[in-house]
């Protein structure tokens, strides 16, 4: 055995025991039969057996009633259920059996509804202890043996073998570690660690093995604490008040005075039955259910899984929103951001050439850099003679040359060209692959984890529902973090935080508004469990997340968030509109009753027909809102999909401006203005056609969608910008004559239209993803 994850016997008993019908699936059962059977004797002649089976049925919802309304005593606060009690002994006790077969049957609807619309999920975060090692390989003198994790002791020497979790904490004995630590903090780049530096446990070893000495034991170690915070936040959550709950504070002790009342003016004890009939809160016990219910059901529809009612209640209140960042606001996998050649080799070289050596790697970033070439349309060589070295990356041979793609050795001397992509790696936060041909570089692949293009829209929506607070809340670096914070316009950024740092985030964040917490990694579970309202990007983030969240995106698409919050906020809107427009004509209803208008039974009935008009109200929550999510036409989603692909195959062509620009600053001559031509032609035959089919085909699809041909206006403007420079580049030629040679006035102007070109290129693109393109599923 070793500290991999443990593989254990599934849990069948919970699977089983949650088929078994509930109480309130049985109660409904019954009164439904008592009710209809009475019916049938009654519609036969045969009054005694009616009242009979009408009577039984009222008796069977009385002791599930008592028992309801107890623990919500016990709890703190009397439900509504406790009207609906009074009302069945009370027909019990004049003889109106109908009224009471009708009221408990209502009864078991509305806790039926309730019991379908709050069905929680286990919270005791199961991933989280399946990940977690039980063993360690502790060296002693040569001999390295298997032993229980709760014998490690602090300094024992450990053995960290490739692909195995870091058992406890500890410190680099000898070499370099190169760790995966996503599951601590959600960074999908390895981390490289030198001898000497700590290790957390719970992190993957994504190099070679190396040792470890440990400076905690499993009990005192980081993934343990992890576990307990969890379990601790989780606990702490505080319980969520129904919303029917929260209007019966002042609905119970008025229906009960009013029935009191009169008894005490009329001196009929009928009268008083009658006023508890129609009383009976169904509007609060069907209304609020229903509507719920209908909301977790468009819910689920768009890929949300809403666990339970009381998490739609309170994301429909919440107004302070707190977001992991990788994962959660990026896409939580890095992807290829530019590639840079030397002078003699093309960027699309580069990038086929590496793809080629790293198509048999499963590092993270050679997955990256074929995706890229893949997406580009770039035919891919078969290597020869491949060998990697873990943290050092790939060598091998193609086109009969000797080739690597990782890391370049320390001592390798690097050219100018090589030394500013280190410079540009370190100002965009940025990974660096090199290519290397016989240990020399000869182009860099600039890697990072980039901004989710319907990140920005998801935001601006969630502020239109009524979010007024946005924080990010990140293990990442401080640096990268405030970017995407300001890109985003966010209100608050706090990065570099641990997962207790961000617990204790979330629990002043909780003290100030209804707060909601979403992330994706191992190391936001207990963020989530200690917010209001945990949310877990499912699709590709942790088991962990999802556990301990109250919601669950399942598709790879944070703007599902957004759909969250517009159904949750208009679910509990129409909630309340139901209840509240239900209680006004029971109110109604209870003062015609007090006056003898209405004998019980009768009352019953003129309560189905309030009950009637609720839910068919209620139901509306089914339905969509209509201003939340633009609708497309099919024909027009086909087309973002293509032009989202072209941008994907235009990637080189924007590259190849930045580097003419670059080689233009290095001189004048021949070969600076070969690579502006070349970059002429591929603005000619690739771009501006790309661009002129957006301008023409799918901004005036878009129009209708977006409120009219005004929406794109400003993108159309880009497009003429684009234009205008490539016929500025492209005269820059012309005048360079057929001798080549620029004269001095024209290099700085060219450099200018090339770098300018490149900015407005990712600009535009970039808009277009996040505007347009992001509208598409």
């Not at 159904?567 to 109604?588: E, F, K, P, W």
Request: charged letters at 20%; aromatic letters at 4%.
């Amino acid at each position: 055995m070793d500290s991999r994850l443990p593989t254990r016997p599934p849990h069948r008993l919970p699977a089983v025991l949650s088929r078994m019908p509930t109480l309130e699936s049985l109660l409904l059962a019954a009164t439904a039969l008592a009710l209809t059977v009475g019916g049938v004797f009654w519609l036969a002649g045969a009054t005694d057996r009616a009242d009979l089976f009408w009577a039984l049925g009222t008796v069977v919802a009385v002791a599930p009633a008592v028992g309801w309304v107890l623990g919500a005593l016990r709890r703190g606060h009397a439900g509504v259920d406790l009207i609906a009690v009074l009302a069945l002994g009370g027909t019990l006790a004049v003889g109106e059996y109908l009224a009471g077969a009708l009221i408990a049957l209502m009864l078991a609807t509305g806790r039926t509804l309730e019991a379908a619309a709050q069905q929680r999920a286990s919270r005791d975060l199961r991933a989280l202890l399946e990940h977690a090692p039980r063993t360690a390989r502790r060296r002693a003198g040569t001999e390295v043996r298997t032993v229980p994790l709760g014998e490690v002791a602090v300094d024992d020497l450990l053995v960290v073998g490739p692909g195995e979790v870091v058992p406890v904490d500890g410190r680099v004995v000898d070499g370099t570690a190169e760790l995966d630590e996503s599951v601590l903090t959600g960074e999908p780049l390895n981390v490289r660690r030198p001898a000497g530096e700590p290790v957390r446990s719970g992190v993957v070893n994504a190099g070679g093995a190396f040792e470890l000495r440990a400076t905690a034991t499993e009990q005192d170690s980081t993934y343990a604490e992890i576990v307990r915070l969890a379990r601790q936040a989780g606990a702490e959550s505080a319980p969520v008040v129904r919303l029917a709950d929260r209007y019966a504070a002042w609905f119970l002790p008025l229906s009960a005075a009013a029935a009191g009342l009169a008894w005490l003016v009329s001196g009929s004890a009928v009268r008083a039955v009658a006023v508890l009939v129609v009383a009976t809160p169904c509007p609060l016990l069907l209304a609020a259910p229903v509507a719920v219910v209908s909301g977790l059901s468009r819910a689920s529809r768009l890929g949300v899984v809403i666990r339970d009612g009381g998490a739609l209640e309170n994301l429909g209140r919440a107004r302070t929103l707190l977001l992991d960042k990788t994962g959660t606001l990026t896409g939580g996998r890095p992807r290829v951001l530019d590639v840079i050649a030397s002078p003699d080799w093309q960027p699309s070289q580069v990038l086929r050439v590496a793809a080629s050596l790293d198509q048999y790697s499963p590092h993270v970033l050679a997955r990256a850099l074929v995706d890229a070439a893949r997406e580009r349309g770039l035919r891919l060589s078969v290597p020869s003679d491949v060998s990697e070295e873990p943290g050092r990356g790939a060598v091998g041979s193609v086109a009969g040359r000797r080739m690597g793609v990782g890391r370049l050795d320390a001592r390798t001397e690097k050219p100018a060209w090589a030394r500013a992509v280190d410079n540009r790696a370190l100002l965009d936060g940025a990974s660096v692959v090199w290519l290397s041909v016989d240990g020399h570089p000869v182009g860099a692949v600039l890697l990072r984890d980039p901004l989710r293009h319907d990140a920005p829209r998801t935001l601006r929506r969630l502020r239109v529902a009524g979010i007024e607070r946005l924080v990010m809340l990140t293990g990442d670096r401080a640096e990268p973090a405030r970017e995407v914070g300001a890109v985003l316009g966010l209100d608050d950024v706090r990065a570099e935080l641990a997962p207790i740092d961000k617990v204790a985030a979330v629990r002043v964040e909780r003290d100030r508004a209804v707060t909601v917490m979403v992330g994706d990694g191992v190391n936001d579970a207990p963020a989530l469990a200690a917010a209001d309202i945990g949310v877990a990007m499912g699709a590709r983030g942790s088991t962990a997340s999802s556990e301990a969240a109250d919601i669950v995106l399942t598709t790879d698409r944070v703007d599902r968030l957004a759909d969250a919050v517009a159904i949750a906020v208009r679910s509990r809107r129409i909630a309340v509109q139901s209840a509240l427009g239900g209680m006004v004509m029971s109110l109604a209803a209870m003062a015609a009753a007090a006056f003898g208008l209405l004998p019980p039974a009768v009352g019953a009935l003129l309560q189905e027909g309030i009950d009637v008009a609720v839910i068919l109200n209620a139901l509306r929550a089914l339905g969509g809102d209509r201003t939340a999510r633009p609708p497309l036409q099919p024909s027009t989603e086909a087309l973002i999909h293509r032009f989202a692909a072209e941008h994907d195959d235009l990637q080189d062509v924007v590259e190849a401006v930045r580097g003419a620009a670059d080689r233009l600053s290095d001189g004048t001559g021949a070969e600076p203005l070969a690579a502006v031509a070349y970059v002429h032609r591929l603005l000619t035959e690739r771009l501006l056609p790309h661009e002129h089919a957006e301008e023409h085909e799918l901004y005036p699809a878009l129009a209708p969608t977006l409120g009219g041909p005004e929406a794109t206006a400003t993108m159309s403007r880009a497009h003429a910008e684009i234009d205008r420079l490539a016929r500025r580049i492209a005269t820059h030629l012309t005048l360079a004559g057929p001798d080549g040679v620029l004269a001095p006035e024209q290099i700085d102007d060219l450099r200018g239209c090339l770098y300018g070109l490149h900015t407005v290129l990712r600009l535009h693109f970039t808009q277009e993803e996040e505007n347009y393109f992001s509208l598409a599923p």
